[in-house]
């Protein structure tokens, strides 16, 4: 089947099958699938124009709603900090796609951008594994919830879990209380953080979920429970836009291909959207940290891999 967007002949059960099974294997490490997926575009279908930025992102807005549902369902959507997160990738990811198209058309040069940005994700994943960034309170917070868990079901605690409630709320920053814990966050500092993250992921074409969520864990302390409603929320938003944006300006490009490829990017969605409810379902029965080590190695293979073709 010939997609005329990407420029690219492919069997149209190809891209739902690979997203399904990337997404499979991402959702049990606790990290998207559309990283991953841009790679595949470029390496092996052979898609490298600018609009492979934009169908990458419709894969995230087809594949990311179910997830949403179930964390606002849980009760652990934090609210104040999903809409700093959006307020500040949504102008970034804009800025993202002008520079995408403006500066980084040229594969070579999209390609050391892309080993930049996988680098950072493999690394932290690397980092996390052999536990050297545990001081800095990720492995300390996962550990308090674990135990706050126990304590709730120890007293009898039945029905749901207690889930977030934010205690308060301004713009300077934001407390909220979970599990019988206060976290707060500096509103101003999570949102010129989203807003560097939403340019890196307007540029590379994901929403940033997978960039933003280490440095809420890592350096503000936040749990990850807590945290990754938000990052996905903000990344199905900021997709919305960075689609429609890429579509916006497609026709001041007329000689490059810049909106997204609807049909590609759509088979794409529906892979990942059964691959992540695959993936939730099955997440019990596999070692996570055998997968993220599996996941790590491949994805610090890819940046290499990108540099050394580009240079």
Known sequence: MFFSVAGIEVNPLVPPLVAMAVSFVTSMGGVSGAFLLLPFQMSFLGYTAPSVSATNQLFNIVAIP????????????????????????????????????????????????????????GLKMVCDLLGACRSMGKGAA????????????????????????????????????????????????????????????????????????????????????????????????????????????????????VGPDWLLGALFGLGGMVGMYLGARCQKLVPARRIRWMLAAVIVFTAAKYVWSAL
């Not at 179930?70 to 809409?83: A, D, I, K, Q, S």
């Not at 207690?162 to 101003?188: A, I, K, Q, W």
């Open 66 to 121: 179910s997830g949403v549902y179930r964390y606002v369902r849980e009760g652990r959507m934090v609210w104040p900090l999903t809409w700093v997160v959006v307020a500040g990738t949504l102008p970034g990811v804009l800025a993202g796609a002008i520079i995408r198209v403006r500066w980084l058309p040229d594969p070579g040069s999209f390609k050391l951008f892309a080993a930049a940005v996988l680098g950072y994700v």
């Open 142 to 257: 996962e550990e308090r919830f674990r135990t706050l868990v126990a304590a709730h079901r120890e007293r009898g605690g039945s029905g749901d879990l207690p889930g977030v409630r934010v205690v308060h709320c301004s713009l300077r920053s934001v407390s909220y209380d979970f599990y019988g814990e206060t976290h707060t966050f500096s509103v101003p500092g999570v949102f010129a953080l989203s807003l560097a993250v939403g340019v890196v992921g307007g540029v590379y074409g994901i929403g940033g979920g997978s960039i933003v969520a280490p440095f809420f864990v890592t350096f503000l302390g936040l749990p990850v429970y807590t945290v990754a409603g938000a990052a996905l929320m903000g990344t199905f938003v900021t997709s919305v836009a960075g689609v429609a944006f890429y579509q916006a300006i497609a026709p001041l490009y007329p000689h490059l291909s």
